[in-house]
Structure formats: structure tokens, C-alpha cells
């Protein structure tokens, strides 16, 4: 990190690196820290609801994804097909499936919060409109606490699934945790889904989307 820092490398758009997000995203995995400076974040607002953007394929929630971030929610999460589709004959699940409309390929959770009531129905309008505009998405639902504990525990449940998935085919971990930039993600999940179709394989894909850091099975 000295290293880097005496450098001052910058990224392809000009801007200086920064290191952090490279050591983040590689999970300490590319060096050994020996000194970290930490910044906290402020707790949330009181008042918080999650737009449940349903998309038709994974690629479309991924564009979707980079939109959604420009409203700076406090978590964007996705679940895909498969994932849903293991959750319809899971007992424990089945109830959590009350906001899922259709036969989505992909849903967005993502979660905003604000200090009033009205200033949170705005930003959830304002983002809705943003992904109605750009054609991304065909249902919007807003779920609001407590509700939003099922919304989360389904989201939660992906790995727990997808152990539980019937016939030979298992999931297998061999990409845990993506770190791409955000703004790259969607053309990464093309190249990805290109990459498999190639070896005959199908992936599954869910968590941190917000975060350009998803879990591929």
C-alpha cells in the first residue's frame, strides 16, 4: 500500500487508485495489511422500505443494478431464477414469496431508507420511475416493515436452497465472491453466462449486487 501510494497510480478514467478497494475486494487475498484507518458510517434512517424490482433475466437486473445505485440505497440485493424457483417448494420460504409477482428471472432488492415518511415514498417513486424510464424491470413492489424482515430472510435462504436441490445436479462454489466494478458487472455476467454456455454449465447467481460482488454456483 506505501508502494502504492508513493506511485499514485490512477484508473483508466484518470482518477487516482485506490488501494482500498483493491484489498477489499480481493478479500486481503493480494497483500498483508499491517495498518488500516477505518471510516464509520452515521446509523440508518428510521423509515425504510425495499423496492422489489422484478427483471426478466439476470443480465437486465444487472444493468437495472447500476441505475438503482444512483439512489444510494442501504443494500441492493438480487436473487435469481434458480433461486426463486427452490424457494416455491420450501415450506419454511413459501410464506417469505408474498411479494413476488409472476415468473421473474431475476429480482432486485433494494433497500431505502429516509428520515420521514414522505421523503421515503418520494425516493422509492423516484427510483421506480428512473427504471420504468429505462425500460428495466415489469413489477415494483414496495414492502415496508416489518414486512421487510421476510423480504431479507429470503434473500438469506439462497445457499440453504441450494443445498437442497433435488435430482444428481449440485451446486458447486467455484466463484464465491465476484469484485467487479460496478459499472462492469453487467457485461462481466454476459462474458460469465458466455463462459458457461461454453462448457455446457448453467450458474446461479445471487447476493451482493449493489456491491459488484455476487455469489456464483
Same mark, same amino acid.
Given at each position: 500500500?506505501?508502494?502504492?501510494?508513493?506511485?499514485?497510480?490512477?484508473?483508466?478514467?484518470?482518477?487516482?487508485?485506490?488501494?482500498?478497494?483493491?484489498?477489499? %475486494?480481493?478479500?486481503?487475498?493480494?497483500?498483508?495489511?499491517?495498518?488500516?484507518?477505518?471510516?464509520?458510517?452515521?446509523?440508518?434512517?428510521?423509515?425504510?422500505?425495499?423496492?422489489?424490482?422484478?427483471? +426478466?433475466?439476470?443480465?437486465?437486473?444487472?444493468? &437495472?443494478?447500476?441505475? *438503482?445505485?444512483? +439512489?444510494?440505497?442501504?443494500?441492493?440485493?438480487?436473487?435469481?431464477?434458480?433461486?426463486?424457483?427452490?424457494?416455491? !417448494?420450501?415450506?419454511?420460504?413459501?410464506?417469505?414469496?408474498?411479494?413476488?409477482? %409472476?415468473?421473474? !428471472?431475476?429480482?432486485?432488492?433494494?433497500?431505502?431508507? &429516509?428520515?420521514?415518511?414522505?421523503?421515503?415514498?418520494?425516493?422509492?417513486?423516484?427510483?421506480?420511475?428512473?427504471?420504468?424510464?429505462?425500460?428495466?424491470?415489469?413489477?415494483?413492489?414496495?414492502?415496508? *416493515?416489518?414486512?421487510?424482515?421476510?423480504?431479507?430472510?429470503?434473500? *438469506?435462504? !439462497?445457499?440453504?436452497?441450494?443445498?437442497?436441490?433435488?435430482?444428481?445436479?449440485?451446486?458447486?462454489?467455484?466463484?464465491?465472491?465476484?469484485?467487479?466494478?460496478?459499472?462492469?458487472?453487467?457485461?462481466?455476467?454476459?462474458? /460469465?453466462?458466455?463462459?458457461?454456455? !461454453? /462448457?455446457?454449465?448453467?450458474?446461479?447467481?445471487?447476493?451482493?449486487?449493489?456491491?459488484?460482488?455476487?455469489?456464483?454456483?
Amino acid at each position: 500500500v506505501d508502494v502504492l501510494a508513493e506511485m499514485q497510480p490512477f484508473n483508466s478514467a484518470g482518477h487516482p487508485f485506490n488501494p482500498a478497494k483493491l484489498i477489499a %475486494g480481493s478479500e486481503g487475498t493480494l497483500c498483508a495489511v499491517t495498518k488500516l484507518k477505518l471510516k464509520l458510517d452515521d446509523l440508518p434512517p428510521p423509515f425504510e422500505a425495499v423496492v422489489c424490482a422484478h427483471f +426478466s433475466t439476470i443480465h437486465e437486473a444487472m444493468i &437495472a443494478t447500476v441505475e *438503482a445505485m444512483k +439512489s444510494k440505497p442501504y443494500a441492493c440485493e438480487v436473487m435469481d431464477k434458480t433461486i426463486l424457483d427452490l424457494t416455491k !417448494g420450501n415450506a419454511e420460504q413459501a410464506e417469505n414469496r408474498f411479494f413476488v409477482e %409472476g415468473d421473474p !428471472g431475476a429480482i432486485l432488492c433494494i433497500e431505502l431508507r &429516509a428520515e420521514t415518511e414522505d421523503l421515503l415514498q418520494k425516493e422509492s417513486a423516484n427510483l421506480i420511475e428512473r427504471l420504468k424510464e429505462k425500460e428495466l424491470g415489469f413489477a415494483y413492489p414496495i414492502v415496508r *416493515a416489518p414486512e421487510t424482515v421476510k423480504v431479507w430472510t429470503l434473500r *438469506a435462504a !439462497g445457499l440453504g436452497v441450494l443445498s437442497n436441490l433435488k435430482g444428481k445436479a449440485k451446486p458447486v462454489a467455484f466463484v464465491e465472491d465476484t469484485a467487479v466494478e460496478l459499472n462492469d458487472l453487467p457485461e462481466y455476467i454476459v462474458d /460469465f453466462e458466455k463462459l458457461m454456455d !461454453g /462448457f455446457g454449465q448453467k450458474a446461479v447467481y445471487y447476493a451482493h449486487a449493489g456491491a459488484g460482488e455476487l455469489h456464483l454456483r
